[in-house]
């Protein structure tokens, strides 16, 4: 069967019967009045690139009548009959004689509406283009008998109503900005309301097209290769739903789309419409890069092995990538059809353009002041508190620890005993140590060791479940004191050497923890806790919240772009072969591990109090700034991120403050109930019996719910995401893989490793291979955009019409500057030692703003690379 009678077959996806029409004939009184709209429209279309071709048949649309036309429909007013009283149908007129044709950027038309004297308000326009091409509404501004101004938020690609497309698209419905609860929806727009929420949602089969703007669900079964299981939908591998797409299973398990055809004009995955990246070089450079990396540049690495599957030589040689750069010309670097070649790419990205060949990458920040600071285990230990993965140290409560697992991954105590740290706790006994809360863990022995014999088993390839113990200093820094290493068989102990020595071993055993933190840290940190789970929340938003809903609007910015983020990093981060397989150690497995990790994951517990106090590392206090005492005072993360969480809470308070009077309007609130409810059961239903889950049956409990969910979203995300090319872009830091286990004292490999202790090194951790792969993708994913939007601002000035919640947000954005001031100033406080360390890099990560490009620091509104 070719594609488009199977695509014709496969979908369902109709216009509901209900859906509203452009009323032709509108009967007004004689006194009838004319209200002047102003309309912003983009006339590209929605993958940013211009179609001269669409420009002539929209030429000739507009010739043979064929135009958009636009109807208002009335919030305060009905006819005679009951039903609302709408506008005249109202045309675009002039289209083609707009001075620009191609224009990538905005432009204004006028629009004439006639409607009866009594009309009122208007509260929705129902919009049908007949072109043949999509067109992106800005705004729609109408202005009123009185000089006020009516405001309808647009944002959104409309496509073709009618014609001869395979799968009809409806008419648009755009509400203004005036929000309503459902239960006080004026009655002439309940049913504009219903309706665009039911094309929203679709039916649940189909497969869809690029221009449809249905969210539904699916399981993780779209990533490919063999022996990887589904993820969802079942107790041995929950995880979260992902946005469906309607491809079919493919012979290996995966979704695929018939013969082989994929009908997007790029070689995406489907998201609805307008969740795709708006206009701007970053963006584009962004999905240009991962176009290639899917299709051409790992595939090339792979096959070069020979030249690329080999390790570094040096300290030296691992620098020379930011000196003098690699020289790709040396590799078949060909262009496949509709994909750019990855030297075009790569140049793009590079910090040295005057060779196109050169692989170049820019000095990360941990390397800028002093090349040899990262080695001491000082700096290694304050990146637990201030690096790319600062969510994951724990304030021991017991010692020794004791592991979850059962008796068949070895002793369930730790094998760490009060000999092998006394001497480095400062006079002090490790019961005092802990009731002091002075002993701190960073404990990944649960989540790696079911996996460890499998992983063991794959060629050039070694790791150990680690366990890593610091002491709390009495000048506020931590010092590892030991790193267990573990297998299912094996328990071994390393500690630290004298002051002044070096012991390989040692620098080894903190190479193999490394390696395993960035594991979980992309995996688990990353990728579930923050991408994966938060998706589930968006869906559930567009399905159940109209946009009329105040809660929509407010959740609006920090859902933007996720879906099309996550569809990528389905297609080349987490997919079999991609970049996770390809650079980390649980290789095939990664995806899996996030399964298991998937289990003990509770929503509740990911608003920063919540998760400090979980993991020990504060406790409430009633006299403390944000009633919460910090264990380790100088906690970079924690403490600026408290400051974020408390501008957070206050906004979202005084937020819901303004549109629910009491618990009972939550409790009544349909469309709310409904939202929660598909989150819990539908989108996290593999956890649905998870007695944590907030209930959504008050006003403080909306308040933490969506509080826990912007915290996540924005500054939860920009901290494991925007510092990771400051401290990864340097492997010898954060090596992402493992290939030898630590020789053990005495061993022919631990002579081999005193012979040359570099040498050795580079054959422990991450490859060239692996190391190219990361470091090329962690540039990628660390930069920020030129239209990035920050906590604190709003690009649609119009999002509300409400002034109570605007003068709140005006407050939530002063609240946010002074975060940033408050950042700025305890950098400079040289008793804060944990702030920048022996590597002189200053804790920046939830500094709200930043400047295009990478620069360690920015919270945006949203998970959006």
């Not at 592991?403 to 009060?418: A, F, I, M, Q, W």
Request: hydrophobic residues 35%; charged residues 20%; proline residues 6%.
């Amino acid at each position: 069967m070719d594609f488009p009678s199977a695509l014709v077959s496969a979908t369902t996806s109709m216009i509901p019967s209900n859906f509203p029409t452009i009323q032709q004939k509108v009967n007004l009184t004689n006194h009838a009045i004319t209200l002047k709209g102003s309309l912003l429209v983009k006339k590209q279309n929605s993958f940013d690139v211009v179609n001269p071709l669409g420009v002539v048949t929209d030429a000739v649309s507009e010739a043979i009548g064929l135009k958009v036309i636009l109807q208002l429909i009335s919030s305060t007013s009905t006819s005679s009959d009951g039903k609302p009283k709408l506008s005249k149908p109202a045309r675009i007129e002039n289209w083609t004689l707009s001075s620009s044709l191609l224009a990538k950027d905005e432009v204004k038309y006028t629009i004439n509406f006639e409607v009866d004297a009594d009309f009122g308000t208007p509260g929705a326009v129902v919009v049908q283009n007949n072109h043949s091409s999509e067109i992106y509404f800005v705004s729609l501004s109408v202005r009123m008998p009185r000089g006020s101004k009516v405001q309808f938020p647009c944002n959104s690609w409309v496509y073709r109503s009618s014609g001869f497309d395979l799968v009809p698209k409806p008419n648009r419905i755009f509400f203004s900005n005036h929000l309503y609860l459902p239960q006080d929806t004026p009655p002439s727009l309940v049913p504009y309301r219903e309706a665009d929420l039911k094309q929203l949602q679709g039916n649940g089969t189909g497969i869809r097209q690029h221009s449809e703007r249905i969210y539904d669900y699916d399981i993780y079964n779209d990533l490919g290769g063999i022996g990887r299981p589904k993820l969802g939908g079942s107790k041995e591998m929950p995880y979260p739903r992902r946005c469906r797409t309607g491809r079919i299973q493919g012979l290996l398990g995966e979704e695929t789309y018939p013969g082989g055809q994929n009908p997007f004009p790029i070689p995406f995955f489907y998201i609805p419409s307008d969740e795709y990246y708006s206009s701007s070089k970053t963006a584009s450079v962004l999905v240009k890069t991962v176009k290639s990396f899917s299709h051409t540049f790992i595939p090339m690495l792979t096959s070069f092995g020979g030249l690329l599957d080999k390790y570094f030589d040096s300290f030296q040689d691992v620098e020379s990538l930011y000196d003098r750069g690699f020289d790709l010309s040396k590799l078949a670097l060909g262009a496949i059809e509709g994909i750019d070649s990855p030297l075009d790419i790569l140049n793009d990205l590079s910090t040295d353009h005057t060779n196109k060949s050169l692989l170049k990458f820019p000095i990360p920040a941990v390397l800028e002041t002093d090349r040899l600071a990262w080695r001491s285990d000082r700096e290694y230990a304050r990146q637990l508190l201030a690096g790319t993965h600062p969510i994951l140290i724990q304030c021991l409560t017991e010692f020794p620890p004791t592991s979850g697992l059962g008796d068949e991954y070895g002793p369930r105590k730790s094998t760490v005993t009060e000999e092998h740290i006394s001497r480095f706790l400062e006079g002090t006994t490790v019961q005092e140590a802990v009731a002091n809360k002075k002993l701190f863990l960073v404990d990944l022995h649960d989540i790696f060791m079911p996996y460890i014999e499998r992983i063991n088993k794959i060629p050039d390839i070694y790791m150990y479940a680690t366990r890593t113990f610091l002491f709390l200093r009495g000048d506020g820094t931590l010092k590892p004191i030991a790193i267990e290493l573990s297998t299912p068989s094996s328990r071994r102990v390393l500690v630290p050497p004298q002051e002044g020595e070096t012991d390989y071993l040692w620098e080894l055993a903190k190479a193999h923890t490394a390696a395993n933190d960035s594991g979980a840290h992309q995996l688990v940190g990353h990728w579930l806790k923050c991408h994966a789970c938060m998706e589930p929340f968006i869906i559930a938003a567009h399905r159940q919240l109209s946009a009329l809903h105040p809660i929509f609007a407010f959740l609006k910015p920090h859902m933007k772009y996720t879906l099309q983020i996550n569809a990528l990093g389905r297609q080349v981060l987490i997919s079999a072969s991609g970049i996770a397989e390809q650079g980390f150690t649980p290789k095939m497995y990664c995806m899996e591990l996030t399964s298991q990790a998937y289990k003990s994951w509770k929503f509740a517990m990911e608003g920063l109090p919540a998760d400090l106090i979980k993991r020990g590392m504060a406790v409430p206090d009633p006299a403390a700034k944000h009633g919460m005492k910090l264990v380790i005072e100088d906690y970079p993360y924690a403490a600026d991120g408290l400051e974020i969480w408390s501008a957070l809470t206050k906004w979202t308070q005084e937020y819901v403050d303004v549109h629910y009077k009491d618990d009972a309007t939550v409790q009544n609130d349909a469309e709310l109930q409904a939202w929660w409810s598909e989150v819990v059961n539908v989108g996290h239903g593999d956890l649905k019996d998870d007695p944590t889950w907030f209930k959504m049956d008050s006003k403080l409990g909306l308040t933490v719910a969506l509080t826990t969910f912007i915290w996540i979203t924005t500054a939860n995300h920009a901290a494991v995401n925007f510092s990771q090319y400051a401290y990864a872009g340097f492997i010898p830091n954060r090596p992402t893989a493992t290939h030898l286990p630590v020789p053990e004292k005495g061993s022919t490999e631990h002579r081999k490793l005193l012979r040359n202790p570099e040498e050795y090194y580079f054959k422990v951790i991450s490859n060239k291979m692996e190391s190219f792969v990361v470091m090329s993708a962690i540039e990628v994913l660390s930069g920020h955009a030129d239209t990035e939007e920050y906590i604190g601002q709003r690009h649609i000035d119009i999002w509300t019409d409400n002034e109570e919640a605007l003068e709140a947000f005006d407050r939530f954005a002063e609240d946010i500057d002074k975060v940033g001031e408050t950042i700025l100033s305890r950098n400079k406080d040289p008793s804060f030692k944990n702030r920048h360390g022996p590597v002189k890099v200053p804790y920046k990560a939830l500094y709200p703003t930043s400047s295009k490009g990478i620069t360690g620091q920015g919270v945006p509104n949203s998970i959006s690379i």
